[in-house]
């Protein structure tokens, strides 16, 4: 398997990783929703977690594999509040969990990339 057909299989894994931890550990996002969104941290744990879940899948076939990928990009801009979020709140942290949070910051732009690649090689054919 070529380095291109590999990368949308391993960018779905990821989300799929994300996705399901967001069921399995749910406080640990739970504390990174951004305070200015309405109702509650939970519901919006679930609802990213789920649509990591749908991206995942929309990446791993074929058919659907560009739109997924570009709407992978666009999730991946959205939920960059919840690691600002993150790195304010761990400001005064130990330092090698504050290192992490605002190492956070920066990881964005390669995934924005990494997905807008995907959705460029992958036309969308079976």
Sequence with gaps: MSRSERSPLLLAGLLAAAGAAHFAAPRQFDAIVPRLLPGS??????????????????????????????????????????????????????????AAALARLPLQVPLVLWARGVARNGKGQP
Excluded: Y
Aim: hydrophobic share 55%.
């Design 41 to 98: 941290p939970r519901t919006w744990t679930h609802v990213s977690g789920a649509v990591e879940l749908a991206l995942a899948a929309g990446i791993a076939a074929p058919r659907t594999r560009a739109v997924a990928a570009k709407a992978a990009a666009a999730f991946f801009v959205g939920v960059f509040p919840a690691n600002v979020q993150m790195a304010v709140d761990w400001r005064d942290r130990p330092a090698p969990l504050r």
